[in-house]
């Protein structure tokens, strides 16, 4: 609870070393008009979140949340004791923190993790919770129920409980999910009797295929999968279970795919020569270039090399893939091939069930380089440009008189062949009139 007439950063709960810029710092930032921003600092990069008005009575405290998911996904949320919540996320590069720094409870070594020490004045901490995972949102969703109802998480509950429901792709139907075998988001599933605070008795798994959600306790509960076409159960359909208050249950669901074989990606890889991210029927296809498929870990498992037509490789097994294109060497600090098919050269979290193909294509468009131009007067007035091109790329210069958006391009001066990476290009301006601007471009 935040309460007004505070002006200053209110620190929640921080684990921060100023020195190397390593931990985490959750505090409240004053927005003006007695209200507040929800800041995380980590590892010294500041995420805002929701905003938190300023409370005036016990009956209006707020209920405040940040989670990390790798591979950096911060996600912060605040609700109200009504159950009205506000949340955002952004992404971070580092993520992973030291545990060397002491921990502090409304109390900061300074404004947003650096500074002369900060005491929270004017800040009520019911309760902080600390877990060595990022949460689900139905996870979080469960720990804010709990609040609700005024149940003791700590301490032994009486009359919940908590039931994680794990859909898995059984790889060897052996009705166990073993280590490499992954999660199965997007599955429905009924709960009897309804699970606390939902509203209805049906939930779906989220990502790594897992949902929690809290129940009533003691009792018994009876879970259905509801079948998807193209699989086949390895556990019983219907799972009864018997909970007792306090209790974590978990309950996994594994089913296998129906469809044989190993999945398999095909890759073309086209000239983009205007840029549009697709291939038009007068772009030709790159052949020779490197793409490289990681698995989930991040090790490569597969290299192909592109040709004039789609490649095609079979993958170990169906999973998450990574599959990227390596650019060719830049030439000096030049680069000449930009990626504009999919943006940076690679398709994150692909994934990739048995017996599935999946095309794709990457488009890549040469980039012209003007490194300098120099007018010259004498003998008669030129202008000399020095490009940076590939070997064997035709380009010319092109003018027009003003920089109007319908004023059209003129072709100026004849067609030049690269053939060395850097060329200069020398053009009369004699006949030029008072004023012209030139690009170059691709013949």
Same mark, same amino acid.
């Given at each position: 609870?935040?309460?007004?007439?505070?002006?200053?950063?209110?620190?929640?709960?921080?684990?921060?070393?100023?020195?190397?810029?390593?931990?985490?710092?959750?505090?409240?930032?004053?927005?003006?008009?007695?209200?507040?921003?929800?800041?995380?600092?980590?590892?010294?990069?500041?995420?805002?979140?929701?905003?938190?008005?300023?409370?005036?009575?016990?009956?209006?405290?707020?209920?405040?949340?940040?989670?990390?998911?790798?591979?950096?996904?911060?996600?912060?949320?605040?609700?109200?004791?009504?159950?009205?919540?506000?949340?955002?996320?952004?992404?971070?590069?580092?993520?992973?923190?030291?545990?060397?720094?002491?921990?502090?409870?409304?109390?900061?070594?300074?404004?947003?993790?650096?500074?002369?020490?900060?005491?929270?004045?004017?800040?009520?901490?019911?309760?902080?919770?600390?877990?060595?995972?990022?949460?689900?949102?139905?996870?979080?969703?469960?720990?804010?129920?709990?609040?609700?109802?005024?149940?003791?998480?700590?301490?032994?509950?009486?009359?919940?409980?908590?039931? *994680?429901?794990? +859909? $898995?792709?059984?790889? %060897?139907? #052996?009705?166990?999910? /073993?280590? &490499? =075998?992954?999660?199965?988001? @997007? !599955?429905?599933?009924?709960?009897?009797?309804?699970?606390?605070?939902?509203?209805?008795?049906?939930?779906?798994?989220?990502?790594?295929?897992?949902?929690?959600?809290?129940?009533?306790?003691?009792?018994?509960?009876?879970?259905?999968?509801?079948?998807?076409?193209?699989?086949?159960?390895?556990?019983?359909?219907?799972?009864?279970?018997?909970?007792?208050?306090?209790?974590?249950?978990?309950?996994?669901?594994?089913?296998?795919?129906?469809?044989?074989?190993?999945?398999?990606? *095909?890759?073309? +890889? $086209?000239?983009?020569? %205007?840029? #549009?991210?697709?291939? /038009?029927? &007068? =772009?030709?296809?790159?052949? @020779? !270039?490197?793409?490289?498929?990681?698995?989930?870990?991040?090790?490569?498992?597969?290299?192909?090399?592109?040709?004039?037509?789609?490649?095609?490789?079979?993958?170990?097994?169906?999973?998450?893939?990574?599959?990227?294109?390596?650019?060719?060497?830049?030439?000096?600090?030049?680069?000449?091939?930009?990626?504009?098919?999919?943006?940076?050269?690679?398709?994150?979290?692909?994934?990739?069930?048995?017996?599935?193909?999946?095309?794709?294509?990457?488009?890549?468009?040469?980039?012209?380089?003007?490194?300098?131009?120099?007018?010259?007067?004498?003998?008669?007035?030129?202008?000399?440009?020095?490009?940076?091109?590939?070997?064997?790329?035709?380009?010319?210069?092109?003018?027009?008189?003003?920089?109007?958006?319908?004023?059209?391009?003129?072709?100026?001066?004849?067609?030049?062949?690269?053939?060395?990476?850097?060329?200069?290009?020398?053009?009369?301006?004699?006949?030029?009139?008072?004023?012209?601007?030139?690009?170059?471009?691709?013949?």
């Amino acid at each position: 609870m935040t309460r007004r007439g505070q002006q200053r950063p209110l620190p929640v709960v921080e684990k921060y070393d100023p020195s190397s810029r390593s931990g985490y710092s959750l505090y409240l930032d004053w927005a003006g008009n007695d209200q507040f921003v929800l800041k995380l600092n980590l590892n010294g990069s500041v995420l805002t979140g929701p905003v938190v008005p300023a409370s005036v009575g016990t009956n209006d405290w707020r209920f405040v949340a940040a989670g990390v998911i790798p591979p950096g996904m911060v996600v912060m949320g605040v609700a109200d004791m009504q159950g009205n919540w506000s949340s955002n996320a952004a992404m971070v590069l580092s993520y992973t923190t030291s545990n060397q720094a002491p921990l502090w409870i409304g109390h900061s070594v300074g404004p947003a993790g650096g500074g002369s020490p900060v005491r929270a004045a004017r800040l009520g901490v019911d309760e902080v919770e600390i877990f060595n995972r990022g949460l689900s949102p139905s996870e979080v969703m469960w720990v804010f129920g709990m609040e609700f109802m005024g149940v003791r998480k700590c301490a032994t509950s009486t009359g919940t409980a908590q039931v *994680c429901i794990r +859909k $898995f792709e059984d790889l %060897n139907r #052996n009705g166990i999910m /073993d280590p &490499d =075998e992954r999660g199965l988001a @997007g !599955w429905n599933f009924v709960i009897y009797p309804p699970p606390l605070f939902l509203g209805t008795n049906l939930v779906t798994t989220e990502d790594g295929g897992l949902v929690c959600v809290a129940v009533g306790a003691p009792g018994t509960y009876n879970i259905v999968e509801l079948a998807e076409p193209g699989w086949t159960n390895t556990t019983p359909v219907m799972q009864s279970i018997h909970v007792v208050p306090g209790q974590v249950t978990n309950v996994f669901f594994g089913n296998a795919s129906e469809i044989e074989g190993p999945p398999r990606i *095909c890759v073309t +890889k $086209f000239y983009d020569r %205007n840029g #549009n991210r697709v291939p /038009d029927q &007068d =772009e030709m296809l790159l052949p @020779g !270039w490197t793409v490289q498929v990681l698995d989930s870990s991040g090790a490569v498992v597969r290299t192909l090399v592109t040709s004039n037509g789609p490649v095609c490789v079979d993958l170990p097994g169906p999973g998450t893939y990574t599959i990227f294109e390596v650019l060719p060497p830049p030439l000096g600090n030049w680069q000449p091939w930009v990626p504009t098919y999919p943006p940076g050269g690679g398709f994150t979290n692909v994934t990739i069930n048995a017996g599935q193909v999946v095309n794709l294509g990457f488009g890549n468009r040469l980039q012209l380089n003007i490194l300098d131009a120099v007018v010259r007067p004498d003998p008669i007035p030129r202008l000399v440009l020095r490009v940076a091109a590939v070997p064997g790329t035709t380009i010319r210069l092109q003018y027009r008189e003003r920089l109007d958006a319908g004023a059209p391009w003129q072709d100026w001066g004849d067609p030049v062949t690269i053939t060395n990476t850097l060329t200069s290009i020398e053009v009369s301006l004699e006949s030029l009139p008072d004023q012209g601007y030139f690009r170059v471009v691709e013949q």
